[in-house]
């Protein structure tokens, strides 16, 4: 099993864009299709399901972005990233964009075939929520790539010659065997071999040519890896013996999972912190964007909420205030973190801000909060989804409930036992949330969606906080909430095709912005 890490699958990626299904999945996976060419692509032909999610959102979620961007190598925080069309333009590289039946399973699958003067290749890949992904297939040959580990392809003739050659050297080493289907051997890595030796390899009769496929995640995953726990039971028998803290228990997870140190783990932690803390404070100097459909309300909210012509909420309005900047940075083109999408990056960030801030607590109590917010984020992550393609919202926003809840449990003082009833509470409070944005813009109702999230999170961890009797274990719920997510409509997971999408005003809306756009680029 593929265990998710805190840092891959739950919090992050850092990135600019509307939705880390479409923006940042889409860069990895061009990223990877940059890699597989050397970086030389001349054409590309990207094909979708008309079944699937992307054939109605792949422009205006920003899935061409995305890829446009990972094409050309880029990070998926780069500021570039707005224009992408224009500077794939500018490379000279030509791309086709067709809706065809390509028999996708997976509502987030990518079809790609890459050209130059010399060769040809054909990527197939899925977004899996919250910016993760995994190529399924290179050339035909079925492959499982989740772009955490170094990947080298060796194509060869004589495969078997290879192989017995690459055991006889002892080169091997750390590296796996991946798969040898196809016309090429697939070796996974912590890093690539030593470009003698590639050389050497590329003497042995039958061998055409070796491709490196650098990863695309912060934390690699090894060989033979290893976990202590990987449900909310299982964390609990573990900690029968260790009374650690749910923090703890985050940090020895994390740790365990990527073979780094505690320290290590608080680090990254702590710079996602800063960077959360960053967007917070550039949404509240307000923002703008040209596609864009709500303008900087939370510079208003701050006002008012400072000159006390708000209903008194004290802490409430500040998570509200903290959850509408954050969601305005994504929305113009800013630098957010995936927490656990973008779709949903306002919910768990500003109720754990807002919360550490209102009661005035320090930065490393929050670091330690958000590293709960991950920990929970991991049971979902490897049992239900994060992507509203699959689950609806309650994937996304209602995950960031879950996480949030857990998290202000700990900043108010409470233990291991309330945090995850708060979590469990929260999330059974958002089973069934569709997904449905207006103007085929990840911005709302999303905005209203993370708010009520928050809010959900703050309430329940309060009821937590006071005993409150959860009934059904985490892990139950979570369960639940990936199939209830499958029993939700298509037209009301994440496709344009249902709920407020299709009324007559957000149908004016998209018209309107896409007018816009077209006459911007005429």
Not at 18 to 29: D, M, T, V, W
Request: hydrophobic share 40%.
């Amino acid at each position: 099993m593929n265990y998710p890490s805190i840092f891959n699958d739950v919090i992050g990626p850092v990135m600019r864009g509307p939705s880390s299904s479409h923006c940042a999945a889409s860069l990895r996976i061009g990223r990877i299709c940059h890699d597989l060419m050397d970086g030389r692509i001349s054409e590309i032909q990207i094909d979708f399901d008309p079944n699937g999610s992307l054939a109605t959102t792949h422009k205006e979620q920003g899935s061409d972005m995305g890829l446009f961007g990972g094409f050309l190598g880029w990070e998926a925080y780069d500021e570039r990233l707005v224009n992408s069309e224009m500077h794939i333009g500018a490379a000279g590289i030509k791309v086709k964009i067709d809706i065809k039946d390509i028999q996708a399973e997976h509502p987030n699958t990518y079809k790609i075939t890459l050209h130059n003067p010399w060769e040809t290749h054909q990527v197939i890949a899925i977004s899996t929520g919250g910016g993760m992904i995994e190529v399924i297939e290179i050339d035909g040959a079925k492959v499982s790539l989740a772009g955490d580990c170094f990947v080298s392809l060796f194509y060869s003739k004589d495969k078997q010659k290879l192989k017995s050659y690459l055991q006889q050297s002892d080169i091997l080493g750390e590296m796996e065997i991946h798969t040898e289907e196809g016309d090429f051997l697939a070796l996974k890595s912590q890093s690539f071999l030593d470009e003698t030796l590639i050389e050497e390899i590329k003497t042995i009769e039958g061998v055409s040519q070796v491709k490196q496929i650098k990863p695309v995640l912060p934390v690699l995953t090894r060989t033979n890896q290893t976990v202590p726990f990987i449900t909310c039971d299982e964390m609990l028998a573990y900690n029968r013996d260790k009374n650690l803290s749910l923090w703890e228990l985050a940090v020895r997870y994390e740790s365990i999972r990527g073979n780094i140190t505690s320290v290590e783990v608080l680090s990254k932690m702590n710079e996602i912190r800063i960077i959360l803390k960053n967007a917070v404070e550039t949404g509240l100097k307000g923002t703008s964007f040209e596609d864009r459909i709500l303008g900087p309300q939370s510079v208003k909210f701050k006002s008012m909420m400072e000159d006390k012509k708000l209903i008194d909420g004290n802490v409430l309005n500040r998570i509200i205030m903290y959850v509408s900047a954050i969601m305005e940075v994504k929305s113009s083109m800013g630098v957010i973190v995936a927490a656990p999408t973008a779709g949903s990056c306002g919910a768990m960030p500003g109720a754990v801000l807002g919360v550490a801030d209102t009661l005035g607590l320090s930065d490393e109590e929050t670091v330690k909060a958000l590293m709960i917010a991950g920990l929970i984020g991991v049971f979902i992550a490897a049992h239900s989804t994060f992507a509203a393609e699959v689950g609806g919202c309650q994937a996304e926003c209602g995950s960031g409930a879950t996480m949030a809840a857990a998290a202000i449990v700990h900043l108010a003082g409470g233990n291991i036992n309330q945090s995850i009833s708060a979590a469990s509470m929260a999330l059974q409070s958002s089973l069934g949330m569709i997904c449905d944005p207006i103007g085929n813009r990840v911005e709302a109702p999303c905005l209203n969606r993370n708010v009520m999230a928050a809010s959900n999170a703050l309430s329940c961890a309060n009821m937590a906080l006071a005993d409150y009797d959860h009934l059904i274990p985490l892990d139950e719920v979570i369960e639940t909430m990936y199939e209830v997510g499958k029993s939700i409509p298509n037209t009301l997971r994440c496709t344009n095709l249902g709920g407020l999408s299709i009324t007559k005003t957000a149908k004016e809306i998209e018209a309107r912005l896409t007018q816009k756009y077209f006459y911007k680029n005429c």
